[in-house]
């Protein structure tokens, strides 16, 4: 079975512009959460998403958000970068549903540099 | 609030176990979890453990949990200089939903 996958792997951004990233989850997998790794900050969690809806959401300003296809793919879009928002930004994909929780796998990340 | 604490730094000899220590305060924690990250790449998952449960083995490793202190640890047996990384411990914070909280990470550094 395939991992994760995001893309892209890195970014190079300047303040002001936004950007989109992509997570295609393990197949069969419906839940997709977005973290944000900084130095300072550690691991942080952004959101999470199931069937095509928002389930949980981290305490972010409303410039970080996401959406969910049909297929599980997720999209994480941040609007008006600033320079704090440079970070490794990963995707963890899991079964999710209803019956409860479940393994969290995680893919390589994205490397978002704002200059 | 949830909250997860790591020591931050290790450091082995090749051949002997280590033992990662964590400390978390959410007490519904469903699942605990220990990731690898080494430099560069994303979280490796490399076991897990059910809140009902007190010891888990997988080869080399081995997870215990005390949930009355709430205390996780990891051991790694016979550590390997490929066993440098960071590793970090996590808790399923779980309602409709799931969202891991992470510890610090402690840096795992072996020796040959």
């Known amino acids: 079975k395939a991992g994760v996958t995001q893309t892209p792997r890195y970014l190079i951004k300047t303040r002001g512009q936004q950007v989109t990233l992509s997570c295609s989850p393990i197949?069969?997998?419906?839940?997709v959460s977005w973290y944000q790794q900084t130095p300072g900050q550690g691991l942080q969690f952004l959101f999470e998403y199931f069937s095509e809806t928002q389930r949980n959401k981290g305490n972010f300003p409303g410039r970080f958000s996401g959406r969910q296809f049909s297929n599980s793919r997720s999209e994480m879009n941040v609007s008006t970068l600033e320079l704090g928002d440079s970070a490794l930004y990963l995707c963890?994909?899991?079964?999710?549903?209803?019956?409860?929780?479940?393994?969290?796998?995680f893919g390589p990340g994205t490397r978002l540099t704002v200059t | 609030g949830e909250d997860v604490e790591q020591s931050l730094f290790l450091s082995v000899r090749e051949g002997d176990s280590s033992v990662i220590n964590c400390t978390y305060t959410d007490s519904s924690s469903t699942y605990l979890y220990w990731y690898k990250q080494e430099p560069g790449a994303g979280l490796q998952l490399l076991t897990y453990i059910f809140s009902n449960m007190d010891m888990k083995q997988d080869q080399r490793l081995t997870v215990l949990l005390n949930k009355k202190d709430k205390h996780l640890s990891l051991r790694i047996a016979d550590t390997q200089t490929g066993d440098s990384a960071i590793y970090f411990c996590?808790?399923?914070?779980?309602?409709?939903?799931?969202?891991?909280?992470f510890g610090q990470g402690t840096e795992l550094s072996v020796k040959p």
């Open positions: 197949s069969g997998h419906r839940s």
């Open positions: 963890a994909s899991s079964l999710g549903g209803t019956g409860g929780p479940s393994e969290q796998y």
């Open positions: 996590a808790v399923l914070i779980y309602n409709q939903g799931g969202k891991l909280i």
